[in-house]
């Protein structure tokens, strides 16, 4: 099993640091999948997000820590999200009580994030009922359309339609 964890290293700096650690990672197993480095003078500050098997995070932690001049703190990472797109919907219904929350059980079950939502409602004496618009902005995986996004949520009601904007 794989751990992920990210290394976070401040102090004196020297040639080949980031070199040496990097192929003791890679003799443990192990690979950078994302790092942050900066460096001022003498000095070096980074972030290092690691993949290795999980026997050798602490064979990890010990050569990063035993490393001269250098102060290296470890806390567990996150798997990398998959890749995802931000999309805006617009979505028009006739109003009724607990549509809203009938909207986040659809996009919660796709593990689709909210980011934004404004919602309305409008009266229309017209029609002599209530309206339901909301304009939303999503975080939605690219394994998944907009247009099959949009299908899912339609389904909520007979009478409801979803624009992609």
């Known amino acids: 099993m794989s751990a992920i964890l990210v290394a976070s290293l401040m102090g004196n700096n020297r040639p080949g640091l980031l070199k040496d650690l990097a192929a003791k990672t ?5 690979k950078w999948l994302t790092s942050k ?8 500050s980074a972030l290092i997000k690691v993949e290795l098997p999980q026997p050798q995070v602490q064979p990890l932690k010990d050569i990063f ?10 806390s567990e990472g996150e798997p990398t999200p998959p890749p995802s797109s931000i999309v805006e919907m617009v979505v028009d219904s006739s109003d009724r009580a607990g549509i809203v929350n009938e909207i ?8 689709i994030e ?3 939502m404004d919602c309305q409602r409008i ?4 029609l002599g009922r209530s309206v339901f618009t909301a304009r939303l902005m999503l975080k ?3 394994s ?14 007979e009478d409801m339609v979803v624009t992609v904007v």
């Open 26 to 30: 890679h003799e443990l197993g192990g």
């Open 37 to 44: 480095v900066n460096h001022l003078d003498d000095q070096i």
């Open 65 to 74: 820590n035993n490393e001269p001049a250098i102060c290296a703190v470890f």
């Open 104 to 111: 986040t059980q659809v996009l919660d079950s796709e593990s």
């Open 114 to 116: 909210l980011v934004d």
């Open 123 to 126: 009266g229309v004496a017209e």
């Open 140 to 142: 939605v995986p690219n």
């Open 144 to 157: 998944r359309t907009s247009e099959e996004l949009a299908e899912e949520l339609e389904g909520i009601a």
